[in-house]
């Protein structure tokens, strides 16, 4: 019985492919490779079969998993202002899943997003009503709202999770849709200067992604039905990024400072993390300092 990982070509999904794999399951990844890269899965030992398709082709497609991850969904907000359909394939492509979920009996874990608390003044509680004021917010209040019809209409119970800012390795191919920690990181080890939308104070709840990694899994151990925090309950602002970054990598690189151009941008982000904790026992393990030391060896920049 396979653990399928839709989205597994991607960021998220390739960390989480890569754990799979090392704890023995058979893998099956189903990506259009719309920001994914097979060069994510590069390297990767063990029982894997990857699907260059869509979720919206998951019904003329032969798949009988045990378990679902679902993070196939077009994966940030300015791709969704580009192309407003984008919308309706988040949801069908979810549909998707969920129907051969009802199918096969998978238990579903899916990815949401701390974006659905823009406009929402932290600490951020899962039960904040949301206020959607853009495509991509849409898109994942709808994902959301698919899982619950699921559960009312035939009882399938599945978990999302609501990631706050995920970084690690393997996010080249989101290029420009990258985590800013890891964007910064890129830039500076260039020598080239990194630009900051206004002036710096922004903070994020920056989670490394081996521990999303860990919450997925608890997730999909757990028999929880609902939404779940995945953040770490500190956050830290654009600046302290940087200045982490110059310690780590032994620089003293100033950042650029340009007018924000975003409209509906968001300030500040922070995961209120005590439903996740005492509903999954899951807490974030890696300090934002520690994951940016492994970023950095990760990408072969060790202190020198
Ligand atoms: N990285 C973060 O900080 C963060 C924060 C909140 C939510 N998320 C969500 O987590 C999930 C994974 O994010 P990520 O950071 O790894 O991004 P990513 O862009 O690397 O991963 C998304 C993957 O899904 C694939 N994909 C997109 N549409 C698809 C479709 N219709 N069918 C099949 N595959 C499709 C892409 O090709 C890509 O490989 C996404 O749903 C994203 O929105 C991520």
Redesign the pocket.
């Known amino acids: 019985m396979s653990v399928l990982v839709?989205?597994?070509?991607?960021?998220?999904?390739?960390?989480l492919v890569e754990d799979l794999l090392n704890s023995g399951e058979e893998v099956v990844v189903?990506?259009?490779?719309?920001?994914?890269?097979l060069n994510?899965l590069a390297g990767l030992d063990g029982n894997l079969n990857v699907i260059e398709?869509?979720?919206?082709?998951i019904p003329i497609l032969d798949l009988n998993p045990i378990e679902i991850f679902?993070?196939?969904?077009?994966?940030?907000s300015p791709m969704y202002k580009k192309q407003p359909f984008?919308v309706g394939?988040?949801i069908n492509?979810t549909i998707a899943v969920f129907e051969l979920a009802k199918k096969s009996g998978a238990r579903v874990v899916?990815?949401?997003?701390?974006?659905l608390y823009n406009g929402l003044n932290p600490p951020h509680r899962e039960d904040m009503k949301i206020l959607v004021t853009d495509y991509y917010t849409e898109a994942?209040l709808a994902v959301e709202r698919i899982a619950e019809l699921y559960n009312i209409l035939f009882g399938l119970k599945s978990i999302g999770l609501?990631?706050?800012?995920?970084?690690g390795i393997?996010?080249e191919?989101?290029k420009m849709?990258a985590?800013m920690v890891t964007q910064f990181l890129w830039k500076m080890k260039e020598g080239k200067t990194p630009v900051i939308y206004g002036d710096g104070t922004q903070t994020r709840d920056f989670?490394y992604?081996k521990d999303?990694v860990r919450a997925l899994k608890m997730a999909m151990n757990s028999d929880y039905h609902g939404i779940l925090n995945a953040g770490t309950g500190k956050s830290y602002s654009f600046n302290e990024v940087i200045e982490l970054l110059n310690n780590q990598l032994q620089l003293e690189i100033k950042p650029t400072y340009v007018e924000n151009p975003i409209k509906n941008y968001v300030y500040h982000t922070l995961s209120d993390t005590s439903k996740a904790e005492s509903v999954l026992g899951f807490r974030s393990q890696c300090s934002l300092e520690e994951g940016i030391e492994r970023l950095a060896e990760g990408y072969g920049f060790a202190n020198p």
Request: aromatic share 10%; with cysteine; net charge neutral.
């Open positions: 839709t989205g597994g070509a991607g960021f998220i999904g390739s960390n189903l990506d259009n490779m719309h920001t994914g890269s994510n398709a869509s979720c919206l082709e679902h993070l196939g969904i077009p994966s940030s984008l394939e988040a492509g899916y990815a949401s997003s701390s974006s994942r609501r990631f706050f800012s995920a970084y393997r996010e191919s989101k849709y985590n989670i992604v999303i």
